[in-house]
């Protein structure tokens, strides 16, 4: 099974930054894709950004030019850096990652537990 632990949202104002970590940890036999998503109060959740095993990325078009998605290079931690940040970016954020168990075929999903990100007008 895969762990996932975030860190890093807070308060902040209008037009500042964070940035979020996600770490995964357990026993699998790979980790895939990783990918960020967030949830606003009465709201459905939503992708943010994803990271391949690769590199590729993708994002939401509302965070494009803004968002960051990045991974380490031992695969299992990713970073989402979040500049310019508005009113609208406040939400829960998570992190959700696909994996491989041992001895098991198919892909599962994991999530973190998220963290909240509220920026003031």
């Known amino acids: 099974q895969v762990q996932l632990a975030e860190s890093g949202g807070g308060l902040v104002q209008a037009g500042g930054s964070l940035r979020l970590s996600c770490k995964a940890s357990?026993?699998?036999?790979?980790?895939?894709?990783m990918a960020w998503y967030r949830q606003a109060p009465g709201k459905q959740r939503e992708l943010v950004a994803a990271?391949?095993?690769?590199?590729?990325?993708s994002y939401a078009e509302s965070v494009k030019g803004r968002f960051s998605i990045s991974r380490d290079a031992d695969k299992s931690s990713i970073y989402l850096q979040m500049d310019s940040l508005k009113p609208e970016d406040t939400a829960i954020y998570y992190c959700?990652?696909?994996?491989?168990?041992?001895?098991?075929?198919?892909?599962?999903?994991?999530w973190g537990q998220g963290t909240q990100v509220t920026v003031s007008s």
């Open positions: 959700q990652a696909d994996f491989a168990r041992i001895f098991q075929v198919g892909t599962f999903a994991a």
């Open positions: 357990g026993t699998f036999r790979r980790i895939d894709t």
């Open positions: 990271i391949t095993s690769h590199g590729s990325t």
